[in-house]
């Protein structure tokens, strides 16, 4: 057995990408490139759902949608009869795809004052794009529950960074992006440091003189390539060329907004400085300000965590009151938007995973918003937000594949998706269950330390749900999820995907357990294997 080669792997990004081939998602090669789904029901973008139609799919694309649609000859054909195609959800906003560095602040800015701008949450240089990270197993959870299309958006400090959007399809980043640098993100939260802008008043202040001063860069800069005799040549500022668009209204911002008063400063702010703009609702209380919404004819990004801000009156009146308003009060906001017609689209900020986020919407419908508002707010209003509407939102000849095959309600507690062509690439989803006759005798839920000969210390932490496990592997260079893994008798094993410096690593991890210990394998293809033990870490 070859175990000198695996001991790099888990030693040194380097040696992964080097003795790993590149891959792609899901359980096929997608060499075929053309298929038709039958006798299907689809949802279209206005009006009832056509009834026992075909859905042609070629080289990425919808070719054709309708009743008596001739299906190609070169076409895999996939039974639809108890079928309803969906086009792809997408998440509005939110940074669960970002992975953002692990960094020790330096104690001793605390006495030396020396804050930069990046300690006062100053860093629109921060781009999403490179932050992101699409796993396989990340990708498969957001696949099983329909969500094809995510905006990513750094939300920390006051100029938070840019954004990019992504339809969900594979996990190198060149091939997912749809959108690069396309929103900026501004907070009215103030810096925690003692150094300007460190209070609320401060950081109005700031972003009306940033904002202002970057119209007058804009205003020198041209003036100077227009006539330079004469005229002084205004010094270079990295950080107003990247904030440029975002100030004359070329690319759009989105306030982060922790309450309705956080709103009505937003709303103040993009008037005045006359921005293109999105309000992201993170507190729930957009439709406390609807006549000041419609006025300004906002975009409402709406999160659906549902937990009362601190402002709010039912935070100051004791648990029983919050608890109560976050189950039945809060929740109505989107139904509220709805009907007082504010355009809004459903972003993931302040729920932890996918399974939360939608979660979440199901909370809303039982609220009171209406499903077909519902399913707007995850598909065609997000894409018409971000000009998409011509590649994504809805199943029309021409568009994107992103397309969900559920059987039944896909806003359903119940739903079952059965496949989803994501970017065009089929992706078919299989129940992971333990072999058979073969019961569970341990449970592995909890947190594992694993140590290898010659590797560093990796941690595993896992959930056990009878004989079907997920989790996430913690390695020096990331944390990585998984889904499908197997607990069968004693014997635990599971399959983790680990992308480093763009490649796709899979490893195969099998191991014993007895009692809080577990000794095994860790494999990773044809390059060898290395034994491993762990240790259950008390909860």
């Known amino acids: 057995m070859i175990k000198s080669r695996l001991k790099p792997i888990l030693i040194a990004a380097a040696a992964l990408c080097l003795t790993a081939p590149p891959s792609r998602l899901g359980a096929e090669d997608n060499l075929h490139r053309v298929w038709a789904v039958k006798d299907c029901a689809v949802v279209m973008p206005s009006g009832a759902p056509l009834a026992k139609a075909n859905v042609v799919i070629r080289d990425g694309l919808v070719e054709a949608v309708g009743a008596g649609i001739a299906i190609p000859p070169d076409a895999e054909v996939i039974d639809g009869a108890k079928l309803t195609v969906y086009p792809g959800l997408i998440d509005a906003a939110g940074q669960s795809l970002i992975k953002f560095p692990e960094e020790k602040f330096d104690q001793a800015k605390y006495y030396s004052g020396e804050f930069n701008d990046k300690d006062r949450g100053i860093s629109p240089e921060v781009r999403a794009y490179d932050l992101i990270s699409l796993g396989k197993a990340t990708l498969e959870k957001y696949h099983k529950l329909g969500i094809l299309a995510a905006l990513a958006l750094p939300d920390k400090g006051i100029l938070t960074g840019q954004a990019s959007f992504f339809v969900l399809s594979d996990p190198d980043k060149a091939k997912s992006l749809v959108l690069k640098d396309c929103a900026l993100g501004v907070g009215l939260l103030a810096s925690s440091f003692p150094v300007y802008p460190s209070s609320l008043m401060g950081t109005v202040a700031f972003l009306r003189q940033e904002f202002s001063d970057i119209a007058y860069y804009g205003l020198q800069s041209n003036r100077w390539r227009k006539e330079m005799?004469?005229?002084?040549?205004?010094?270079?500022?990295?950080?107003?060329?990247?904030?440029?668009?975002?100030?004359?209204?070329?690319?759009?911002?989105?306030?982060?907004?922790?309450n309705q008063h956080d709103i009505r400063r937003g709303l103040d702010l993009a008037a005045e400085l006359k921005l293109d703009f999105f309000i992201c609702d993170l507190g729930g209380e957009a439709s406390e300000v609807i006549p000041e919404l419609k006025q300004a004819r906002a975009r409402v990004l709406c999160t659906v965590a549902f937990k009362v801000p601190g402002t709010s009156l039912y935070a100051q009146r004791g648990k029983a009151e919050r608890e109560k308003a976050e189950k039945e009060i809060y929740p109505r906001n989107p139904a509220r938007l709805a009907e007082a017609g504010v355009p809004f689209a459903f972003s993931s900020f302040g729920t932890d995973d996918p399974k939360s986020f939608m979660e979440g919407v199901l909370k809303a419908v039982e609220a009171g918003l209406p499903k077909d508002k519902a399913l707007a707010a995850l598909t065609a209003t997000p894409a018409a937000f971000f000009g998409l509407e011509g590649a994504l939102g809805s199943v029309v000849p021409g568009k994107i594949a992103n397309l969900v095959l559920a059987e039944g309600d896909l806003l359903a507690k119940d739903a079952k998706v059965r496949m989803v062509f994501s970017d065009g690439t089929k992706v078919e989803f299989k129940e992971a269950k333990a072999e058979a006759g073969a019961k569970p005798t341990v449970n592995v839920s909890g947190k594992w330390d694993v140590t290898a000969e010659g590797a560093p210390t990796l941690s595993l932490e896992l959930t056990q749900e009878e004989g079907v496990v997920s989790g996430k592997l913690a390695t020096p260079f990331g944390m990585f999820d998984f889904t499908g893994g197997t607990v069968s008798g004693n014997q635990f094993s599971c399959e983790i995907s680990l992308s480093v410096g763009g490649q796709q690593i899979d490893l195969f991890i099998s191991g014993e357990v007895e009692g809080d210990a577990m000794r095994g394998t860790i494999v990773q293809g044809t390059s060898g294997s290395i034994e491993f033990s762990a240790k259950r870490i008390p909860a």
């Open 229 to 258: 005799k004469g005229n002084l040549r205004p010094a270079y500022s990295a950080r107003f060329d990247i904030m440029g668009p975002f100030a004359s209204g070329a690319k759009p911002v989105v306030f982060f907004c922790r």
